[in-house]
C-alpha cells in the first residue's frame, strides 16, 4: 500500500480502480498459466488484498463471510468481479461454478463470501474460469 506523509503523519493511500485491474489481470495471467483456472479467492491472496490466514479462518468458520476480510472495499471488490468476468469472456475461457464448503471438525457447510447473501454476489465470487480442452 502506498503511504503519503502530510504535516507529520504518514495516511494510507488505497490503490485505485486501474491499478487494482491492471494487479487482478497480471495475476490472473499467472494463476491462469500455474493452475489452468481462475478463482477470484486465488487472485485477491495473489495481489495481497486477502491473507492466507485469513482465508484459512474462513474456511474453518471463524470468520462469517469473506468480505469482512479482504482489504479492499466492496465497490472496488465489485468493478474487479465484474472486470474478471468480462476479461474471461473475452478470453475465451469456460465457467465453472465452485461449491465452497468449511474445512475442520462438524458437518462440512456451504461458506458465505458477502455479508448479504445475495446469489448473485455469491456466484459472482464461487465462478472458476478455465480454459477450454484443446
Request: overall charge positive.
Amino acid at each position: 500500500m502506498l503511504r503519503a506523509k502530510r504535516k507529520g503523519y504518514t495516511k494510507r493511500m488505497s490503490l485505485n480502480r486501474n491499478d487494482l485491474i491492471k494487479q487482478m489481470n497480471e495475476a490472473s495471467e499467472k494463476v491462469l498459466r500455474e493452475k489452468g483456472y481462475i478463482c477470484f479467492v486465488d487472485i485477491l491472496i495473489r495481489i495481497g488484498k486477502l491473507t492466507t490466514a485469513d482465508y484459512e479462518a474462513w474456511r474453518s468458520r471463524k470468520v462469517p463471510y469473506l468480505e469482512r476480510v479482504i482489504k479492499v472495499n466492496l465497490m472496488k471488490l465489485n468493478h474487479m468481479l465484474k472486470t474478471l468476468r468480462q476479461n474471461a469472456k473475452k478470453g475465451g475461457l469456460l465457467v465453472s461454478k465452485a461449491a465452497y464448503m468449511s474445512y475442520g471438525k462438524g458437518p462440512r457447510t456451504p461458506l458465505r463470501f458477502s455479508k448479504s447473501g445475495d446469489p448473485n454476489i455469491e456466484e459472482a465470487y464461487s465462478t472458476h474460469f478455465y480454459k477450454p480442452k484443446t
